[in-house]
């Protein structure tokens, strides 16, 4: 019959189906610790996920129509419908009056710019007039002697390498 016949032998053997049951029953209590039941009704105030590229990222609407187990369809304020998954669905708790986010003030002005007299400005006290003015960063001076400050500079050809000189091919096609 194309199966294994019951023996004495299969007494000894534990009985799996107990153990799989008994290792389910552990994981579905584990995973209801943590799980959230959601549950939502008809004319429920709800903030529907928002999968746009531009604007707010949860949307104030409400429950519409139920049009699965666990799908709706959701009605946002500006009209717009909107079918999502229960995962995708939050419910709200704001009273009418309240607004979730405050409206952006465009007429944000930038601070006054405040003009300052050249007179006003403190003076640096320069007694010595007879020292010559500050070169520019790039400028090299005329005395600088370069031989003289080479041997300061290590020498980075001198320096031995810890790993092998790559051996380099050419390819083919740049072969004459």
């Known amino acids: 019959m194309g199966r294994s016949l019951r023996s004495r032998m299969d007494l000894i053997h534990p009985n799996l189906y107990q153990r799989v049951q008994a290792k389910q029953e552990q994981q579905k209590r584990q995973h209801d610790k943590s799980s959230v039941n959601r549950s939502f009704a008809l004319g429920d105030k709800v903030f ?30 500006n009209g717009n419908m909107l079918r999502r998954h229960q995962d995708q669905i939050r419910k709200c708790h704001l009273s009418n009056s309240v607004n979730p986010l405050p409206p952006k003030d465009t007429n944000i002005q930038p601070p006054s710019i405040i003009e300052i007299d050249a007179n006003d400005l403190p003076v640096a006290d320069n007694s010595d007039s007879d020292t010559e003015p500050p070169q520019a960063v790039g400028d090299i001076p005329e005395a600088y002697d370069v031989e003289s400050h080479a041997s300061d500079v290590p020498d980075l050809d001198n320096t031995p390498k810890s790993y092998p000189k790559r051996n380099r091919k050419r390819p083919d096609y740049y072969r004459p």
Do not use: D, M
């Not at 519409?64 to 946002?76: A, H, M, N, R, Y």
């Open 48 to 77: 529907a996920k928002n999968f746009a590229i531009r604007g707010q990222k949860w949307l104030i609407g409400h429950i519409v129509e139920k049009t699965g187990p666990i799908s709706f369809k959701v009605k946002l304020e």
